[in-house]
Nanobody, 124 residues
Framework: QVQLVESGGGLVQAGGSLSVSCAAS????????MAWYRQAPGKQREMVAH???????NYADSVKGRFTISRDNAKNTVYLQMNSLKPEDTAAYYCNAHVAVPRFGGSLSEYDYWGQGTQVTVSS
């Protein structure tokens, strides 16, 4: 149906920068909000950054001023630029998209899809 494929991430020293991207493909009629979440070992998954189809953004307090979310609607892709990284940013990062998919007869159904996750590790 719909796949979200993430790329980027990796290992970086504290204070460094990394970027991750997530491309959506498949039977897509429309992508509404897109977001990045992260989950560290032993912790719950938390929202990091969120962007609407119109470009309005929202960030977790812990990343405000350091992370920037953006999207390219023509490419169905969302990006996360991460600057001034801290060891506590270490986690698996997952993209999320709210997608409208076409159904037979012309109707639409809406679902939330998740990427497979990409690891970001920040060393001190």
């Amino acid at each position: 149906q719909v796949q979200l494929v993430e790329s980027g991430g990796g290992l970086v020293q504290a204070g460094g920068s990394l970027s991750v991207s997530c491309a959506a493909s498949g039977r897509i009629f429309r992508i509404d909000a897109m977001a990045w979440y992260r989950q560290a070992p032993g912790k719950q998954r938390e929202m990091v950054a969120h962007i609407t189809s119109g470009g309005t953004t929202n960030y977790a307090d812990s990343v405000k001023g350091r992370f920037t979310i953006s999207r390219d609607n023509a490419k169905n892709t969302v990006y996360l630029q991460m600057n001034s990284l801290k060891p506590e940013d270490t986690a698996a990062y997952y993209c999320n998209a709210h997608v409208a998919v076409p159904r037979f007869g012309g109707s639409l159904s809406e679902y939330d899809y998740w990427g497979q996750g990409t690891q970001v590790t920040v060393s001190s």
